[in-house]
């Protein structure tokens, strides 16, 4: 059984930095790209960025909002993906949640880990 | 620049069907996407991936209740028998190379 669990998430003042982990287990993690998707208090699912399996350079791409502010990484030994937080803004504050992906496609999701910036 | 649209909500009774939409923009109408539900309080849930010529491969466990279909720049995503907990949030979203997409999201309301 595929799952993934995000952990990190917290209140955290502007700013400042936070890392997001997730922990996937139910398949081959280097194998699969995984990507960073976010959603705001009431707002609707946002594109954070993701990271190309090593097969495919391990490579990243990320939305605008957060470019030059947040990194992606990964370690396959250990079958986690990381999302480096820095600099974080107000604007921030959403539910985190990781994703495995097929072709483009966030076939599964974590239960998402909650990031608040806040003075 | 790719955007998809949806509706914000849709209402369908308890045993009926629905279909939702979602419309890829210009240029981009042979693009394939993929629906999530999100049902409230809950992390979201893949649904399917849907093909431009209306082929898909849904998620594990999603019900046959669940079907999607294609028109052109259309992306739909049928409901039927509808259910109290089909009562959620669902988004359609797409990819290009660089770059990942969500439409709005539909609120269904299941009357």
């Known amino acids: 059984e595929v799952q993934l669990v995000e952990s990190g998430g917290g209140l955290v003042q502007p700013g400042r930095s936070l890392r997001l982990s997730c922990t996937a287990s139910?398949?081959?993690?280097?194998?699969?790209?995984m990507s960073w998707f976010r959603q705001a208090p009431g707002k609707g699912l946002e594109w954070v960025g993701f990271?190309?399996?090593?097969?495919?350079?391990?490579?990243?791409e990320y939305a605008a909002s957060v470019r030059g502010r947040f990194t992606i990484s990964r370690d396959d030994s250990k079958s986690i993906a990381y999302l480096q937080m820095n600099s974080l803004k107000t604007e921030d504050t959403a539910v985190y949640y990781c994703?495995?992906?097929?072709?483009?496609?966030?076939?599964?999701w974590g239960q998402g880990t909650l990031v608040t910036v806040s003075s | 620049q790719l955007v998809l649209t949806q509706s914000p909500s849709a209402s369908a009774s308890l045993g009926a069907s629905v279909k939702l939409t979602c419309t890829l923009s210009?240029?981009?109408?042979?693009?394939?996407i993929a629906w999530h539900q999100q049902q409230p309080e809950k992390g979201p849930r893949y649904l399917m991936k849907l093909n431009s010529d209306g082929s898909h491969s849904k998620g594990d466990g999603i019900p046959d209740r669940f079907s999607g279909s294609s028109s052109g720049a259309e992306r739909y995503l049928t409901i039927s028998s509808l259910q109290s907990e089909d009562e959620a949030d669902y988004y359609c979203?797409?990819?290009?190379?660089?770059?990942?997409?969500f439409g709005g999201g539909t609120k269904l309301t299941v009357l």
């Open positions: 210009s240029g981009h109408s042979s693009y394939a």
């Open positions: 990271i190309r399996s090593k097969g495919y350079g391990g490579t990243t």
């Open positions: 979203q797409t990819w290009g190379t660089d770059i990942r997409v």
């Open positions: 139910g398949f081959t993690f280097g194998d699969y790209a």
């Open positions: 994703t495995r992906e097929e072709g483009g496609v966030a076939d599964y």
